[in-house]
């Protein structure tokens, strides 16, 4: 499964398959703080599976991914809601964000808030993205992190059993998790059309 992904420095599979869950806190905690990373967590947590044997492994890596996506998206909401909420709110009225559309942009964000971190975190690349808008928008951190910790939950979950079962065929099932990532992406972006759409007609 190495070999199909994004070629990279093998130390990083060396670390995986040395420390199981510590190295998957460590490198979800790292992404989700904002940190671009060479090989996206959800490939890393897919190969995790793949070398994983018993169930304490398992479980491990789990709450490896869990506790550092959660700390992780902690910190830049957070950095994003005591710093970037003020600079946008100052300065956006010169990028095309004056106050009056940035509060109406905050009104339909906590009108749907739960659902947008919810579903944005199942997108790849949104994660990062989601975090910073939640905190600019003066999002709870308390709804915040519940969303985040369900997400989780279920992706980490999920990308684990695929790894599990499906590492020795990786190159076969890589294609369909491309093909059904557009696919998602598609269908996420058209649902938030029709959101938008639906609240600006009930707001008129």
């Keep these: 499964m190495e070999q199909v992904l994004i070629p990279f420095n093998g130390n990083v599979f060396t670390f995986i398959n040395e420390t199981r869950g510590l190295a998957l806190f460590l490198i979800l905690l790292i992404e989700e703080s904002g940190v671009p990373m060479p090989i996206p967590g959800d490939?890393?947590?897919?190969?995790?599976?793949?070398?994983?044997?018993?169930?304490?492994?398992?479980?491990?890596?789990?709450?490896?991914?869990?506790?550092?996506?959660?700390?992780?998206?902690?910190?830049?909401?957070?950095?994003?809601?005591?710093i970037g909420r003020p600079i946008i709110y100052k300065f956006g009225k010169y990028v095309l964000f004056p106050k009056k559309r940035l509060q109406k942009i905050e009104k339909f964000f906590h009108r749907h808030s739960h659902d947008a971190v919810l579903f944005g975190r199942f997108l790849p690349g949104m994660r990062v993205i989601i975090s910073l808008v939640a905190g600019i928008m003066g999002m709870k951190y308390k709804d915040f992190i519940g969303q985040v910790a369900l997400a989780t939950t279920v992706w980490a979950t999920g990308l684990i059993i695929i790894g599990k079962y499906f590492g020795n065929r990786w190159e076969n099932f890589s294609s369909y998790i491309e093909r059904f990532g557009y696919a998602f992406v598609l269908f996420f972006i058209i649902g938030a059309y029709l959101v938008f759409k639906r609240s600006k007609a009930t707001n008129k």
């Design 43 to 82: 490939f890393l947590i897919l190969y995790s599976g793949s070398v994983l044997i018993s169930i304490f492994e398992i479980i491990s890596t789990f709450i490896g991914v869990l506790i550092g996506a959660v700390l992780g998206s902690t910190f830049l909401f957070t950095i994003s809601r005591h």
